[in-house]
């Protein structure tokens, strides 16, 4: 069983800066997929950007150039560095991870391709 605990939310003010950091445990296979969900208040989830264990990288539109995602393979950790923070990227975010498959080209898909969730870190970004 595939267990992520989040850490590094908070608060910052408009173009600011943040780091987030999952630790993942509990993997058994070599393949995965790990990477940020968001939601902000009354809208559905969104991917934020995912990281796969051949390295590929892939970012939604509206934080490309700003975030920017690496891991740890040795600690299993992923690390999601935002940059540039803006008010509307205030939101609670998820770290997610599926096992034995990687990544889709996309951040564009149903949360429910993901097994594991962490239980969220709010980001809260002031104008």
């Known amino acids: 069983q595939v267990q992520l605990v989040e850490s590094g939310g908070g608060s910052v003010q408009a173009g600011g800066s943040l780091r987030l950091s999952c630790a993942a445990s509990g993997y058994t296979h070599s393949r995965y997929c790990m990477g940020w969900f968001r939601q902000a208040p009354g809208k559905e989830r969104e991917g934020v950007a995912t990281i796969d264990s051949e390295t590929r990288r892939v970012y939604a539109d509206s934080v490309k150039d700003r975030f920017y995602i690496s891991q740890d393979n040795a600690k299993r950790i992923v690390y999601l560095q935002m940059n540039n923070l803006k008010p509307e990227d205030t939101a609670i975010y998820y770290c997610?991870?599926?096992?034995?498959?990687?990544?889709?080209?996309?951040?564009?898909?149903?949360?429910?391709?993901?097994?594991?969730w962490g239980q969220g870190t709010q980001v809260t970004v002031s104008s």
């Open positions: 997610v991870a599926e096992e034995e498959s990687l990544c889709p080209p996309s951040t564009r898909i149903p949360p429910a391709w993901y097994n594991y």
